[in-house]
């Protein structure tokens, strides 16, 4: 136990394992799927933010893709990306936009000797919202220094009187701080619900501004 690294220690008191020393190996698990073995993270923090212009807000090269009336849906990528050293965030590069500058300025703010941040961004309809709904790690690779997150979100629409376009897009970005130290990251992972709760109603039924029902279209 002597010989485990600080940042293992701090990783499993925030991730409830219970011993370090001599514990069994680590689970593969898929980047898109939750795995078997996953524990709930609930005292973590988070930055959202929407850009309603739908420009990419944070990419892993020198410069964001501008966007331009041609390019308008391409420019519209997701990002997924697991920071879990000064290193890491300084490779990237986020947009010279106020939503951009709100992620870049929360994961700045990571203390990452007892922290990392999930930082994603994804394309969202005007009139819709995605929430986060749940955040979680695998244990059995934290042991190994290894972070792997995963967030749950869902799909809802946005309150009646937000005026929107049902025609637009727009990037919603989530960085996600997580109380848990790890010396590197080898995958993510995340789920969608296509809906926050029982009993919304349908893109159909929110299609028509005029039928007076004041709903949003997806």
Known sequence: MADVPRRRVLLAAASGIAALAGCSGSETASNSYPVRNERRIEDYELEKTRDEDGGALVTGDEATPSLSAT?????????YRVLVSEDDLAALTFAETSASERLRSFCAGTDFDAESVYLLSMPVGACRDIRLTSVSVEPDDLADGDLHPHA????????????CD???????????????????????GRGMASSCRRGEPPAVFNASASSGTGGDEA
């Open 71 to 79: 390019e308008r849906a391409r420019q519209r990528r997701h990002a």
């Open 152 to 163: 749950d979100f869902c799909r809802a629409y946005r309150p009646a009187d937000v005026e």
């Open 166 to 188: 049902p025609e637009a897009t727009h990037t919603v970005g989530f960085a996600i701080r997580i109380p848990v130290a790890a010396d590197h990251s080898n995958g993510s």
